[in-house]
DNA sequence: GCCAACGTTGGC
DNA sequence: GCCAACGTTGGC
């Protein structure tokens, strides 16, 4: 059956997990744990594998895109809710209902420059682009594949920051 | 560091 | 079910 590609995002701050740690993981991979957002979750249950990700660095100086991922594993359930000692643990979180799930991530490329939020605001199509709504904190959410060329297009063409 | 914009919790 | 209080996110 054809599938339609998805397009999503997922921020992280980088001094907790960059696109240069992902890079370093073994196979490029690594599992998206922590997600303790009821939305978040469900589009991560929503992704399937070889929908393509836009790896955020939320919280830093410029805030931006900074490259490419791909799923390459189905939303699972997350064990670091399941564990005590862990930083993300949620006693609600049960083996038999694990309430948080997981996909895992593998590094499709890194942007030789990347897309920082204050240009990216300034872009023609991207004015309904759930990143620069205001007040967004939703650390999973969907890109429209509209944006997703857009954006892509400005990475390809190396666009630079405008000096305001 | 400030604070707007959330999401969650819990008393009622 | 309402909503005030609280905690968190994340741009600025």
């Known amino acids: 059956?054809?599938?339609?590609?998805?397009?999503?995002?997922?921020?992280?701050?980088?001094?907790?997990?960059?696109?240069?740690?992902?890079?370093?993981?073994?196979?490029?991979?690594?599992?998206?744990?922590?997600?303790?957002?009821?939305?978040?979750?469900?589009?991560?249950?929503?992704?399937?594998?070889?929908?393509?990700?836009?790896?955020?660095?939320?919280?830093?100086?410029?805030?931006?895109?900074?490259?490419?991922?791909?799923?390459?594993?189905?939303?699972?359930?997350?064990?670091?809710?399941?564990?005590?000692e862990d930083k993300h643990y949620d006693p609600k979180s049960t083996n038999a209902n694990p309430i948080w799930e997981m996909i895992d991530i593998k590094l499709v490329r890194k942007f030789d420059h990347p897309l920082t939020i204050e240009e990216l605001r300034d872009v023609t199509g991207l004015e309904k682009m759930e990143l620069l709504r205001k007040g967004s904190r939703l650390s999973v959410q969907p890109v429209r594949p509209e944006e997703w060329k857009i954006v892509v297009g400005l990475a390809d063409r190396k666009v630079k920051s405008k000096k305001k």
């Open 1 to 84: 059956m054809y599938k339609v590609m998805k397009y999503w995002l997922m921020k992280s701050e980088p001094e907790a997990f960059s696109i240069d740690d992902l890079e370093r993981s073994p196979k490029k991979t690594t599992c998206w744990d922590g997600v303790r957002n009821y939305q978040a979750r469900n589009f991560m249950r929503e992704m399937e594998i070889a929908d393509q990700v836009f790896f955020y660095h939320s919280s830093t100086d410029p805030s931006c895109i900074v490259g490419i991922a791909e799923v390459v594993r189905k939303a699972y359930p997350d064990h670091t809710a399941l564990d005590p």
